[in-house]
């Protein structure tokens, strides 16, 4: 007689999904702490939305999809009522969009403006490889209902804060430009129609695209796009946007405008969108986002106004902004690459419209939180508490309530710590586990110690410090185990820990 063989499920990590462990949460944590202080001081709220929207409420706002719910995980609801389908919902796949709901749904009962910050997990349904994840944190910051350009200098202001909150003064730049100036570039080059919006917008697609491309393919390459194509190295062929010469020379006139100041980037500016109004009103917009950043104090070493910024133009309304970490790590060949972008935003006056039927303006950033939590890390910069606990030996079952005493006190002190709860038979076992625990030190008390009223502290730290380095001379007064009485357990530990 056949026995089917029990099928057991594989013990993975989904694809495209990752775990994370003690000391890569509590880095984390201790991160957006800092960076929540930042938007907290700046007067923001923190809103928690629900990880779950209908798929109408998400919208068609997935970057470079045509389906309101492609790219999300989605699922339609049972059990709807009269014979109705169930409604679709999806999982979040950015903090904006329920933003936009939360928006218009409260819209009689929160302030305006309204400044809100919002931190948590992301999902997209999309094909996962190296470093791109289908579950990832955001870290948003938004003003909705300002319309004036100060929203967006006080986003960018914070932005910088935050940065300089994390260590990386110096290590950053803040970039800023504006839809409206792209949108004059557009019209100087006969690509917008300001009568007639919707005429070339395949030609303006791919000349955003190619634009975006400028550091990767170079001038000569964006050139190509801009005219009749390119074929890469592997004899592909991209089409272009068809551009003649004298537009393709003003798009990329546009790309290289940025100047030594932002008044001469500005008035390079003002020159390359002519008569165009809405590229005009750009220009007025950075230069008015320029003087309000200046009067608090934040220079071109923070902040710089630069037209090659072009970050989902098609979204965006206004300003738009990108923040660069500047300074070098190695890529996975072993070669030097500055570090890039790890935030980005703009101003986004037509999202609650959705809701409203009416204009609401908006503005506000995102953080890369992986990112950015790589780059404190490539930069010594992380400052999370991730020691482990003291660990309370157990030398005899029996006298388990003595050793879960011992904790409480060491807890009531403040002092992270636990009481050994495997098998206490093999001492060397108890060991091994508080060096896997990270732990800082381990309390010991057997029968003898107990009669005496003393317990063995053994300083963990110092131990795997000698074992590296017998001979290190700054060690050599200090011992690795004290006898203590148990009235001094506590300030030992404490003493211990401080010493660290």
């Not at 949108?183 to 005429?199: F, Y």
Request: aromatic share 8%; glycine share 10%; charged share 30%.
């Amino acid at each position: 007689m056949s026995q089917t063989k029990t099928r057991r499920p594989k013990a993975e990590t989904p694809k495209g999904f990752r775990d994370y462990f003690g000391a890569d949460v509590t880095a984390r944590k201790a991160m957006l702490d800092r960076i929540a202080a930042v938007y907290h001081r700046h007067g923001f709220d923190p809103l928690e939305t629900s990880a779950v929207e209908t798929v109408e409420a998400l919208g068609k706002f997935l970057p470079d999809v045509d389906r309101p719910n492609a790219g999300v995980f989605a699922w339609q609801e049972e059990g709807a009522a009269e014979g109705k389908p169930g409604d679709w919902l999806a999982l979040r796949y950015d903090m904006t969009a329920p933003l936009a709901r939360v928006a218009a749904q409260y819209r009689n009962d929160l302030p305006s403006p309204y400044r809100r910050y919002a931190m948590g997990p992301v999902w997209r349904n999309e094909k996962p490889g190296p470093g791109r994840f289908r579950q990832f944190y955001q870290c948003d910051a938004d003003t909705v209902g300002a319309a004036t350009v100060a929203a967006d200098a006080e986003i960018c202001a914070m932005l910088s804060d935050v940065f300089e909150e994390l260590g990386l003064g110096g290590d950053y730049v803040v970039k800023i430009n504006n839809r409206k100036v792209l949108n004059g570039v557009m019209e100087a080059a006969g690509v917008l129609d300001p009568a007639d919006p919707t005429r070339f917008e395949d030609e303006r697609g791919i000349v955003l695209r190619a634009i975006d491309k400028l550091d990767r393919l170079g001038e000569d390459g964006v050139r190509a796009l801009l005219g009749e194509g390119r074929k890469d190295e592997s004899g592909d062929f991209t089409k272009g946007a068809g551009l003649p010469s004298r537009a393709a020379d003003v798009v990329l006139a546009f790309t290289a405008a940025r100047r030594d100041s932002g008044a001469a980037t500005c008035a390079a500016l003002r020159a390359l969108v002519g008569t165009s109004s809405v590229g005009t009103e750009g220009v007025d917009e950075l230069e008015e986002m320029a003087r309000l950043l200046e009067a608090q104090g934040y220079g071109p070493d923070r902040i710089v106004i630069d037209p090659s910024v072009v970050r989902g133009l098609g979204y965006y309304t206004g300003p738009v902004f990108e923040a660069e970490l500047t300074f070098e790590v190695l890529d996975e060949k072993g070669r030097k690459r500055q570090f890039g972008s790890v935030a980005g935003g703009g101003r986004y006056d037509d999202l609650v419209k959705r809701f409203t039927g009416q204009a609401v303006p908006a503005t506000g950033v995102s953080i890369g939180v992986d990112r950015l939590l790589a780059a404190l890390t490539a930069k010594g910069r992380i400052e999370a508490d991730t020691a482990g606990p003291v660990v309370v030996t157990v030398m005899d079952r029996a006298r388990m309530a003595d050793y879960m005493a011992m904790v409480r006190s060491l807890r009531q002190a403040g002092i992270r710590a636990e009481v050994y709860l495997g098998n206490p038979k093999n001492f060397g076992n108890q060991l091994k586990y508080a060096d896997k625990r990270g732990a800082p030190a381990a309390i010991i008390q057997g029968s003898d110690e107990a009669a005496r009223g003393v317990v063995q502290v053994k300083d963990l730290i110092l131990g795997a410090k000698i074992a590296q380095n017998a001979t290190l001379e700054e060690w050599k007064e200090r011992p690795a185990q004290v006898e203590v009485p148990v009235a001094d357990l506590v300030a030992t530990v404490k003493a211990m820990l401080g010493d660290a």
